[in-house]
């Protein structure tokens, strides 16, 4: 496996440890990455993936995608003092 795979695996399980309710686990998962641009790789990665099993389920084009995450972004507001990890 790859190294930019390993790092998507590793910016997946931030992610499901943050919504589990881990977060210091994420905290200890974010810390273990080995520098700045293996994590800007890794969640990239994960991104790509993501919306690559959105596209194959819902048939939109990955335009289509991006604009429909862009304007759900724009409507999302984070709780005072809330980071996304």
């Known amino acids: ?3 930019a795979f390993q ?3 590793r910016a997946a399980g931030v992610i499901a440890a943050k919504h589990r309710g881990d977060f210091a686990g ?3 998962l974010l810390a273990s990455f080995p520098d700045e641009a293996g994590k ?3 969640f990239c990665l994960l991104a790509e ?3 690559s099993l959105v596209r194959t389920h819902t048939g939109q084009s990955m ?3 991006v604009q429909e995450l862009t304007l ?3 409507s999302v507001e984070l709780p005072p003092g809330a980071e996304a990890a």
Do not use: F, V, Y
Request: charge should be negative; avoid cysteine; glycine fraction near 4%.
């Open 1 to 3: 496996m790859t190294d």
């Open 7 to 9: 790092a998507a695996q």
């Open 26 to 28: 994420a905290e200890a």
């Open 40 to 42: 800007t790789r890794g």
């Open 49 to 51: 993936l993501a919306l």
């Open 63 to 65: 335009d289509e995608l």
């Open 72 to 74: 759900l972004m724009e």
